[in-house]
T-cell receptor, first 114, second 115 residues
Framework: AQSVTQPDIHITVSEGASLELRCNYS??????LFWYVQSPGQGLQLLLK??????LVQGIKGFEAEFKRSQSSFNLRKPSVHWSDAAEYFC????????????FGKGTTLSVSS | EAGVVQSPRYKIIEKKQPVAFWCNPI?????LYWYRQNLGQGPELLIR????????DSQLPKDRFSAERLKGVDSTLKIQPAELGDSAVYLC?????????????FGPGTRLTVL
């Protein structure tokens, strides 16, 4: 069965420091992978996605993620965190076959300290 | 382009009362999803529509939950009667392509509190 693991429930990073949020997935075929961000009281906003091709994908707000098939990982990175990045981040996996819903991890809450 | 619209944004009800949530997807999007997000968890699918057809409702608690998508556009999710455990955020999402995985665009959600 498909599953997504986000090992870190809560991370605190200093403003201006780099960030890496971990995501591991379990899936039998080539997955479609997504990172979403959710601010308090808001819906989920897509940061970036990986369907195929270049394993390093660029997203909005300066985020990037790297797909590593050998490690079943899709970690999210940002070189310099801003206070406005404080939010909850969700990694999700989708089936590349005919339409299934996304399977989400439990999320990582990011706090940014000044 | 307008995003996914949901209403109401917040709802507080007593247990055993009925409640309904409404979703208007992005124009032209064939696929519509309803997810439930419990506190501290990621969203989990309740039901998926391709146009007006419910193609995956295996996770919908059919004894109390129902959904419809009239004319393949707007959708309504209903709970009757609500239980304390139904307190959650109900998210609607839509995607443009019918069949296959595509990017899903989420609405702001409806936060339901059952007292």
């Amino acid at each position: 069965a498909q599953s997504v693991t986000q090992p870190d429930i809560h991370i605190t990073v200093s403003e201006g420091a780099s960030l890496e949020l971990r995501c591991n997935y379990s899936y039998g075929a080539t997955p479609y992978l997504f990172w979403y961000v959710q601010s308090p009281g808001q819906g989920l906003q897509l940061l970036l996605k990986y369907f195929s091709g270049d394993t390093l994908v660029q997203g909005i707000k300066g985020f990037e993620a790297e797909f590593k098939r050998s490690q079943s990982s899709f970690n999210l990175r940002k070189p310099s965190v801003h206070w406005s990045d404080a939010a909850e981040y969700f990694c999700a996996v989708g089936d590349n076959q005919a339409g299934t819903a996304l399977i989400f991890g439990k999320g990582t809450t990011l706090s940014v300290s000044s | 382009e307008a995003g996914v619209v949901q209403s109401p944004r917040y709802k507080i009800i007593e247990k055993k009362q009925p409640v309904a949530f409404w979703c208007n997807p992005i124009s032209g999007h064939n696929t519509l999803y309803w997810y439930r997000q419990n506190l501290g968890q990621g969203p989990e699918l309740l039901i998926r529509y391709e146009n007006e057809e419910a193609v995956d409702d295996s996770q919908l608690p059919k004894d109390r939950f129902s959904a419809e998508r009239l004319k393949g556009v707007d959708s309504t999710l209903k709970i009757q009667p609500a239980e304390l455990g139904d307190s959650a955020v109900y998210l609607c999402a839509s995607s443009p392509r019918q069949g296959g995985t595509d990017t899903q665009y989420f609405g702001p959600g409806t936060r339901l509190t059952v007292l």
